[in-house]
């Protein structure tokens, strides 16, 4: 899902538009001034040599002054003409070339100035003094407007951390700022505790942690917390990401290291933080293809850093991955990352706590329930929460209303979940037909089944690569899921398939992504989960899976039986899911053409109408006490 862009990255980037319209601006008037003072020097006419020398030999002109190779020539009427001698060539050669005999040029007034005169100067030189004048403006305006943003930047080799300092109220963040996620919150207070009192701790003897590793999904607040951190104690930060590391230059992601820890060092108490520190992080010596040197010696910069710690030195390193799975050991080994601390996605109490952060100076309607919101929102990391309002923000000042209502929010949980609706994307008659049977037997079937997810929603209108999709939620979050639950939801991923097989005797491509999502599920439901009669308890796969970059490219971890023996369960399973959905759709036929009837009279159904439907059909809604069992 898209991340937010961060707020205060905004004004920095108008800054840079601002001055870059400055420095073409003093270009314009620069080059405008060259070219009236060029004029104001040529401002007489030019003439041909030839010519000149016809009116030398009428006796019109006057004098003729001679600056390198151009004459002026003033006339005996006042007027002043320009011409060129010949190149290299004295001007009495020239003009005895022309054959004006020497009484005629006696009676000029010849002046011969060198090549100088201030004028002269400026118009020779002026390109390349505008040129140097623009380019310091352009330096001037970058440097001034990269700092302005509160960063530092440095040159080649050396660190180019993002600095936040202590007395940085605009971007001091502090637990506060930070919803939920209070196990985290709470191993991170002794660190804080650490960085605002640190003789207390070094004086009882405590070793205090070097390295902390955040682990989470993207999104839930890793960055956000570590600056909380620092905000929090009120000690530097030093912010670099391991992709920057490796980003530009090979051979300097270990001096950046090394000036990375230096810096901190000077300004302790500080945190430095390590973003995404699997790009440099990831289990060394056995990628896929060449370009790890760089990784490695980068790593290992970081690791000989952390080990050359005095034990009171007070710079803790602080790195976030989503991926710890591929994590080399070696940063988990004691004295480096041995604090872990999970982040999980939010529950539905986060969930509202962090929609109440993120509504702080947004207009609400009355009719605005966040927890509603946060019900209907399970499975959303933070950072998702916080483009949903934003989200329900722009809906609302699109239509030009001053407050955000409860639709709103309603209908950006769908554009974050989905992407935005594509309206322009016509269905034909026929397709919006087939869109609306293939969704009636997802929802019809998810309905019927015990444990699949109630219907919130069906749509036909599609948005992003679905034609249209039904909308089913949890009731709870849930942290496990049962065999019973994963067998309703292929066969609900399933009923799509069978109603257009059923519908029409015929298939199109829309299904493709339910087969892969189902197959794949029902693969892990065999090799991971151990759910499969016939294969047992084995776990064939871990949860990294196989091949992943960090141990390059396994072997198999079981024998062509044992394979074989999975692909008959993966398909036993399929095809069981596909008769349950069969039977289901059958059986309910009239129900199926309600629901695709109405669909496509009003492309969309929510909850309340498409539950009257079924019931005038027999069928029950799901209620929360009827999955309730399941926990
Ligand atoms: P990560 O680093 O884990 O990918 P970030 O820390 O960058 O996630 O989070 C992105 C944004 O999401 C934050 O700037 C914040 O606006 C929002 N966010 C994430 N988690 C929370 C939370 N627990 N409380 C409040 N806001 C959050
Ligand atoms: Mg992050
Ligand atoms: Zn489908």
Redesign the pocket.
């Known amino acids: 899902m898209a ?2 862009t ?1 707020k205060d990255k905004k004004p920095s980037r108008f800054g840079l538009l601002n001055s870059i319209s400055i420095v073409i601006l003093v270009l314009f008037l620069l080059t405008s001034i060259f070219s009236y003072v060029a004029e104001q020097n040529s401002a007489s006419s030019t003439i041909a040599l030839s010519e000149l020398v016809h009116d030398i030999g009428m006796g019109k002109v006057a004098t003729i002054t001679v600056k390198g190779d151009d004459l002026v020539a003033e006339y005996a009427d006042k007027t002043v003409k320009m011409s060129k001698k010949e190149m290299d060539s004295s001007i009495t050669e020239t003009f005895t070339r022309y054959g004006l005999t020497p009484e005629k040029l006696n009676a000029v007034k010849m002046n011969v100035e060198g090549p100088s005169g201030v004028l002269f100067w400026i118009v020779q030189f002026a390109p390349f003094i505008i040129l140097i004048i623009f380019l310091g403006l352009l330096i001037w305006f970058f440097t001034r407007q990269v700092r302005g943003a509160g960063m530092q930047a440095f040159s080649f080799g050396q660190s180019k951390a993002r600095i936040i300092l202590p007395d940085d109220k605009k971007q001091k963040v502090t637990f506060k ?5 209070k196990e985290a919150k709470q191993e991170l207070s002794e660190i804080v505790d650490f960085l605002k009192n640190p003789k207390k701790f070094l004086e009882i003897g405590a070793v205090i942690p070097k390295g902390i590793l955040l682990m ?1 999904a ?7 917390l570590a600056r909380a951190v620092a905000g929090e104690a009120g000690v530097a930060f030093f912010a670099i990401s391991g992709s920057e590391f490796v980003e530009m230059f090979v051979g300097v992601g270990a001096s950046r290291v090394r000036d990375l820890f230096g810096m901190a060092k000077q300004a302790a108490p500080a945190i430095i933080f390590v ?1 995404e520190i699997d790009a440099v992080g990831r289990v060394r010596g056995a990628g896929v293809g060449g370009g790890n040197d760089e990784r490695e010696q980068t790593l290992n910069q970081i690791l000989v850093e952390m080990d050359g710690f005095e034990p009171n030195e007070k710079v803790i390193v602080m790195a ?1 991955t989503n991926r710890p799975d591929v994590l080399d050991p070696a940063l988990l080994r004691p004295g480096r990352f041995d604090r872990r601390v999970t982040i999980d996605l ?1 529950d539905r109490n986060d969930r509202e706590d ?1 929609l109440k ?2 509504s702080a100076k947004k207009p609400f309607g009355e009719d605005v329930v966040l927890r509603v919101i946060a019900e209907r929102t399970p499975g959303f ?3 998702d929460l ?1 483009s949903l309002m934003n989200e329900g923000a722009i809906l609302a000042a699109r239509e030009n209303r001053t407050k955000i209502s409860q639709y709103d929010l309603i209908r950006a949980i769908e554009k974050v979940m989905l992407g935005p609706e594509r309206k322009s994307h016509l269905l034909s008659k026929k397709e919006k037909e087939i869109t609306a049977y293939h969704e009636a037997g997802h929802a019809l079937v998810a309905s019927v089944l015990p444990y699949a997810d109630p219907v919130h929603k069906i749509s036909i209108i599609s948005r992003g690569r679905a034609a249209g999709y039904t909308l089913h939620l949890p009731l709870e979050d849930r942290k496990m899921q049962s065999k019973k639950e994963f067998l309703d939801d292929i066969a609900v991923s399933l009923g799509g398939y069978v109603v257009e097989k059923m519908m029409f005797q015929d298939v199109t491509t829309g299904p493709s992504n339910d087969l892969q999502v189902s197959t794949a599920l029902a693969r892990d439901m065999v090799t991971k989960y151990g759910m499969s009669e016939k294969i047992g308890v084995l776990a064939l796969e871990s949860n990294g899976g196989r091949a992943m970059f960090g141990k390059g490219i396994e072997e198999k971890e079981y024998s062509e039986k044992i394979s074989a023996d999975v692909d008959s369960e993966v398909a036993r399973i399929m095809d069981e899911g596909y008769k349950k959905a069969e039977h289901i759709v059958t059986t309910h036929k009239a129900a199926l053409d309600a629901i695709a009837k109405r669909l496509i009279e009003v492309e969309n159904i929510e909850r309340e109408e498409y539950e009257t439907i079924i019931m005038a059909h027999g069928i029950q809604p799901k209620k929360k006490l009827d999955i309730e069992h399941q926990a």
Do not use: F, Q
């Open positions: 991340k937010n961060k700022d930070v919803a939920g996620a989470g993207p999104g839930t607040g890793k960055t956000l973003d976030a939010p962090i952060i993120h990391s933070g950072a916080y």
